[in-house]
T-cell receptor, first 109, second 114 residues
Framework: KQEVTQIPAALSVPEGENLVLNCSFT??????LQWFRQDPGKGLTSLLL?????REQTSGRLNASLDKSSGRSTLYIAASQPGDSATYLC????????FGAGTRLTVKP | GAVVSQHPSWVICKSGTSVKIECRSL??????MFWYRQFPKQSLMLMAT?????????EQGVEKDKFLINHASLTLSTLTVTSAHPEDSSFYIC??????????FGPGTRLTVT
């Protein structure tokens, strides 16, 4: 059974810092991996989708990498802003999607 | 991008009653939709996979007789929580993949059972 782990569980940084969120998964036979953002009490916003054949995707200040063979993905956030404060979830898809527990990010002004 | 809607966005019901939650893909067809549940400060947990024209597939530990899923068309799946109890209070989110298998999520439905 696919298990997804996210480290750290919580992270607090001052505004302007670059940061990395980690995601690992136990079964490398995935179709794709997605990073999401979730604000308190809200649904999910898709940030980046990486297909299994890709190694990274970029959108603005966000960069996500995928190393399928080692079962790892990272989400890099450059020049963090207070508005980036949210919970970040990674999810891997084979048939259905399996989510990590999330990293709760706080960016302090 | 594709849009998935959910209705209602929040609902309060009394213990013992049933409540239906709708999930619609607005501009694409989805033969499969997924239902998730999220308890406070926890991650999403997959409840079931909804398949158009056939029975839903439930995750271990999810009671299929309590959480009824109907995938009536290629754009609509419904989740009915029957005989609701306070412990069913949660945030329910659906998702649907588009033709490139990117998942799109509904905004969620907050259910409170009193």
């Amino acid at each position: 059974k696919q298990e997804v782990t996210q480290i750290p569980a919580a992270l607090s940084v001052p505004e302007g810092e670059n940061l990395v969120l980690n995601c690992s998964f136990t079964d490398s036979a995935i179709y794709n991996l997605q990073w999401f953002r979730q604000d308190p009490g809200k649904g999910l916003t898709s940030l980046l989708l990486i297909q299994s054949s890709q190694r990274e995707q970029t959108s603005g200040r966000l960069n996500a990498s995928l190393d399928k063979s080692s079962g790892r993905s990272t989400l890099y956030i450059a020049a963090s802003q207070p508005g980036d404060s949210a919970t970040y979830l990674c999810a891997v898809r084979l048939g259905d999607m399996r989510f990590g527990a999330g990293t709760r990010l706080t960016v302090k002004p | 991008g594709a849009v998935v809607s959910q209705h209602p966005s929040w609902v309060i019901c009394k213990s013992g009653t049933s409540v239906k939650i709708e999930c619609r893909s607005l501009d694409f067809q989805a033969t499969t939709m997924f239902w998730y549940r999220q308890f406070p400060k926890q991650s999403l947990m997959l409840m079931a996979t909804s398949n158009e024209g056939s029975k839903a597939t439930y995750e271990q530990g999810v009671e299929k007789d309590k959480f009824l899923i109907n995938h009536a068309s290629l754009t609509l799946s419904t989740l009915t929580v029957t005989s609701a109890h306070p412990e069913d209070s949660s945030f329910y989110i659906c998702s649907a993949p588009d033709s490139s298998y990117e998942q799109y999520f509904g905004p969620g439905t907050r259910l409170t059972v009193t």
